[in-house]
């Protein structure tokens, strides 16, 4: 009689690899609107995307349905294994969006934090709640993401006693806390003065020194030459460029680039 298969217990999310993103011919609209114009774009795992260009081009968009915030009309996104295609109803099916937003942690220019929880509250609600983790085990992970992104001191503080670069920091902390496999940053730095814009940022490049896969919707153009790997241009609803800084920053191929970051950088 031959014996069972054994059991192959299952790797933590923070013991995995990074995983890849994959827009296939994406397009989005709003009533008559076109957002989103037949958008493809592949992220490899580990790899740090910035995307740039000028307001209503559909960046937040893309990010908001490839977390399942926004749906879309055509094509297909893949996230990992898992594939986001609208069904009949033009719905992502809701096991799919669980499953999705496990894998890809969101962070947004307002923070989002609960303004009644301090901030390690804030970082520990969602894996007790959501995860079912025990909550002194998530306490300790908690103090631990606070301690990484430099905000030990600050765990009991709540959100009205912190700056805004300490609340974005604490809004990366809560993200980890999920233990995503890439992380989303629509515009996390747009309200922060010069100085706090370092802090945010100094932990995004800790992050990709780690393997993170990261999609980052940015005016920090100077950031984006120095951390990311690509930059996309999107205007219009298209791609209108896509290549390392060194390309698209400094030697642009496309007028409409070109006239973007010169309005950008002066």
Do not use: W
């Not at 923070?14 to 890849?20: C, F, K, R, Y």
């Not at 009309?73 to 669980?98: A, F, M």
């Amino acid at each position: 009689m031959p014996m069972p298969a054994p059991s192959v217990p299952e790797v933590p999310a923070t013991a995995q690899p990074p995983m890849s993103i994959k827009l296939q011919g994406v397009t989005k609209r709003y009533g008559s609107n076109l957002i989103l114009d037949n958008i493809s774009l592949d992220v490899p795992p580990g790899e740090t995307v910035a995307l740039i260009g000028p307001s209503g081009g559909g960046k937040s968009t893309l990010l908001r349905c490839l977390n399942c915030l926004n749906t879309f009309e055509t094509g297909q996104i893949h996230v990992g294994p898992h594939v986001l295609q609208p069904d009949s109803s033009g719905e992502i099916p809701g096991p799919v969006r669980q499953q999705v937003r496990r894998l890809l942690g969101m962070i947004f220019q307002d923070f989002q934090l609960f303004p009644h929880l301090t901030a390690l509250q804030n970082v520990i609600e969602a894996p007790i709640n959501v995860l079912k983790k025990a909550p002194d085990e998530a306490r300790e992970r908690g103090l631990k993401l606070l301690e990484r992104v430099g905000l030990a001191a600050r765990a009991h503080a709540f959100p009205h006693q912190l700056s805004g670069g300490q609340k974005q920091r604490v809004a990366i902390a809560r993200a980890l806390a999920m233990e995503p496999r890439g992380l989303l940053c629509d515009e996390i730095t747009s309200a922060l003065d010069p100085e706090l814009k370092g802090e945010v940022l100094d932990v995004l490049e800790d992050l990709k020194r780690e393997g993170m896969t990261l999609l980052m919707v940015t005016h920090e153009i100077g950031f984006a030459r120095r951390a990311a790997d690509r930059v996309v241009v999107l205007a219009g609803g298209k791609i209108v460029e896509n290549g390392p800084p060194s390309q698209v920053i400094d030697a642009p191929q496309t007028e409409r680039t070109r006239t973007f970051l010169s309005r950008v950088l002066g």
